[in-house]
């Protein structure tokens, strides 16, 4: 089983050292590789602009950098952790900059039912706000998304600040946590089991379908993958509640697309 790591910190520190305890976790439960990427030691260029991969296509990028075997590893992979610390109150840009130029998975999600799970760390505020903008790129690529690990180093590593915060307690909970997190993960990346959506999702699959309204890179790619006028990205069962709020937010954006386009128009 491979794991592929994206350590949004340029230091191996806090939020490494939370993923190896996942990784000597899933080690008791079988054969697990890590691949830790240190993307700030990647080249990989900020985005510029020209809107072609979303438009036209991604091939049509015309940055030619790591960037193209750092997609082929997510692909590859059988799990993904997607790791940042907050950064004013935020992840960091080198992170940031990999998801830019990656925009047109939001649009072509091509992950889809890939185990992830996020790992951020925090010298105390952020960690509400990065987490979920971390969750929002899993759950948008399509990937399935096992868990938030959101860690306070101040009270997690000893020794942190002249006082220390530091809390036994705190890294009993915190421990057994991010073991809970590695054993489904685990499971996840060994089964390849699709999820049964939560609302989250099925609101982001709706969400993205309605890119397939204005761009036609994006509708042939969700026509190809036969998704148009399927309820999920594969077979499962919603209940009535997901059904009903996935139905009313396709509606409520056709409609919205379709106020813009009268006044437009000017009909
Ligand atoms: C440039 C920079 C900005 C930071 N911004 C914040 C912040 O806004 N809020 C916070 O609580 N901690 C902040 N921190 C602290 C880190 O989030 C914290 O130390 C984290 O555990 C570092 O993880 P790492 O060792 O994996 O890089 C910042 C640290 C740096 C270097």
Redesign the pocket.
């Given at each position: 089983m491979k794991i592929v790591v994206l350590l949004g910190?340029p230091?191996k520190?806090?939020?490494?050292q939370v993923c190896t305890i996942i990784e000597e976790k899933m080690k008791t439960r079988g054969t697990v590789s890590f691949e830790y990427i240190n993307i700030s030691k990647l080249n990989i260029e900020a985005c510029r602009g020209c809107e072609l991969c979303l438009t036209k296509g991604d091939a049509l990028c015309p940055i030619k950098d790591d960037l193209i075997t750092l997609r082929m590893k997510l692909q590859d992979a059988d799990g993904i952790i997607f790791n940042s610390?907050?950064?004013?109150?935020h992840i960091t840009g080198s992170l940031k900059k990999v998801i830019d130029r990656l925009s047109y998975l939001f649009h072509r999600p091509e992950l889809v039912g890939k185990p992830t799970l996020t790992v951020v760390?925090?010298?105390?505020?952020?960690l509400k706000e990065t987490s979920k903008y971390l969750k929002m790129t899993a759950v948008g690529w399509g990937c399935n998304l096992i868990g938030e690990i959101k860690v306070i180093?101040t009270f997690f590593f000893e020794n942190r600040w002249v006082k220390g915060y530091f809390s036994s307690k705190y890294v009993g909970k915190m421990t057994k946590y991010i073991h809970q997190k590695a054993d489904a993960f685990f499971d996840a990346a060994q089964t390849k089991k699709l999820p049964i959506p939560t609302l989250y999702d099925v609101y982001m699959f709706n969400a993205l379908k309605s890119k397939t309204y204005i761009s036609e890179a994006d509708y042939d790619y969700w026509k190809n993958k036969g998704w148009l006028d399927t309820k999920y990205y594969y077979k499962t069962s919603l209940g009535p509640v997901k059904q009903l709020a996935g139905g009313l937010m396709n509606w409520m954006i056709k409609m919205a697309l379709s106020k813009i386009e009268k006044k437009e128009l000017g009909i």
């Amino acid at each position: 089983m491979k794991i592929v790591v994206l350590l949004g910190s340029p230091r191996k520190k806090d939020g490494y050292q939370v993923c190896t305890i996942i990784e000597e976790k899933m080690k008791t439960r079988g054969t697990v590789s890590f691949e830790y990427i240190n993307i700030s030691k990647l080249n990989i260029e900020a985005c510029r602009g020209c809107e072609l991969c979303l438009t036209k296509g991604d091939a049509l990028c015309p940055i030619k950098d790591d960037l193209i075997t750092l997609r082929m590893k997510l692909q590859d992979a059988d799990g993904i952790i997607f790791n940042s610390p907050v950064y004013a109150c935020h992840i960091t840009g080198s992170l940031k900059k990999v998801i830019d130029r990656l925009s047109y998975l939001f649009h072509r999600p091509e992950l889809v039912g890939k185990p992830t799970l996020t790992v951020v760390t925090t010298a105390g505020g952020g960690l509400k706000e990065t987490s979920k903008y971390l969750k929002m790129t899993a759950v948008g690529w399509g990937c399935n998304l096992i868990g938030e690990i959101k860690v306070i180093s101040t009270f997690f590593f000893e020794n942190r600040w002249v006082k220390g915060y530091f809390s036994s307690k705190y890294v009993g909970k915190m421990t057994k946590y991010i073991h809970q997190k590695a054993d489904a993960f685990f499971d996840a990346a060994q089964t390849k089991k699709l999820p049964i959506p939560t609302l989250y999702d099925v609101y982001m699959f709706n969400a993205l379908k309605s890119k397939t309204y204005i761009s036609e890179a994006d509708y042939d790619y969700w026509k190809n993958k036969g998704w148009l006028d399927t309820k999920y990205y594969y077979k499962t069962s919603l209940g009535p509640v997901k059904q009903l709020a996935g139905g009313l937010m396709n509606w409520m954006i056709k409609m919205a697309l379709s106020k813009i386009e009268k006044k437009e128009l000017g009909i």
